[in-house]
T-cell receptor, first 109, second 113 residues
Framework: QQPVQSPQAVILREGEDAVINCSSSKALYSVHWYRQKHGEAPVFLMI?????EQKGHDKISASFNEKKQQSSLYLTASQLSYSGTYFCGTATGANNLFFGTGTRLTVIP | DGGITQSPKYLFRKEGQNVTLSCEQN?????MYWYRQDPGQGLRLIYYSQIVNDFQKGDIAEGYSVSREKKESFPLTVTSAQKNPTAFYLC????????????FGPGTRLTVL
């Protein structure tokens, strides 16, 4: 039930945009996005519930396509602080999260 | 100050020794989780507990044991039966409602020499 994330890694210059995708073979109830800095705990970014909603704060937003069982995380006008590994966690109901293997994002000056 | 604490941050043990990793939360969350993370890998679920005195195996429970005697505490023991215990261990918790997300502790990096 592990979701598949793409790309595995991406390098951006400050100010550029990026999209990280997360797809599942199972019908999803929710998608949770986290960012993890090296050696630290994952930090919660946002949760999307089935219904195809889009959420966001600041320059980071996400969408959830219920029909395709896919979620995308959008990072616009990237900043150095956006560097880290982004994980999606998927849930098929009121149960556990299954995490993807992560997307390593590096923002360079 | 509410949150999840894990101790110690770094732990070294000799091969063949059991070791217990601490996880405490004062968020009044019902569910607690233990994950293992290896370099370049995602998070793999070891054990989880939805309520006190009850816990379930995750995907990679072999060589690990847990207890949940108190709501706020969920210690993980890495036994000598775990073949490759060196990893970063993360504890998480969440409220009981299904739409809530999990919140992670700072992690413990275990190195077995």
């Amino acid at each position: 039930q592990q979701p598949v994330q793409s790309p595995q890694a991406v390098i951006l210059r400050e100010g550029e945009d990026a999209v990280i995708n997360c797809s599942s073979s199972k019908a999803l109830y929710s998608v949770h996005w986290y960012r993890q800095k090296h050696g630290e705990a994952p930090v919660f970014l946002m949760i999307l519930l089935k219904g195809g909603e889009q959420k966001g704060h600041d320059k980071i937003s996400a969408s959830f396509n219920e029909k395709k069982q896919q979620s995308s995380l959008y990072l616009t006008a990237s900043q150095l602080s956006y560097s880290g590994t982004y994980f999606c966690g998927t849930a098929t109901g009121a149960n556990n999260l299954f995490f993807g293997t992560g997307t390593r994002l590096t923002v360079i000056p | 100050d509410g949150g999840i604490t894990q101790s110690p941050k770094y732990l070294f043990r000799k091969e063949g020794q059991n070791v217990t990793l601490s996880c405490e939360q004062n968020l009044n969350h019902d569910a607690m989780y233990w994950y293992r993370q290896d370099p370049g890998q995602g998070l793999r679920l070891i054990y989880y507990s939805q309520i006190v005195n009850d816990f379930q195996k995750g995907d990679i429970a072999e060589g690990y044991s847990v207890s949940r005697e108190k709501k706020e505490s969920f210690p993980l023991t890495v036994t000598s039966a775990q073949k490759n215990p060196t990893a970063f261990y993360l504890c998480a918790s969440k409220p009981s409602t299904s739409t809530d997300t999990q919140y992670f502790g700072p992690g413990t990096r275990l190195t077995v020499l």
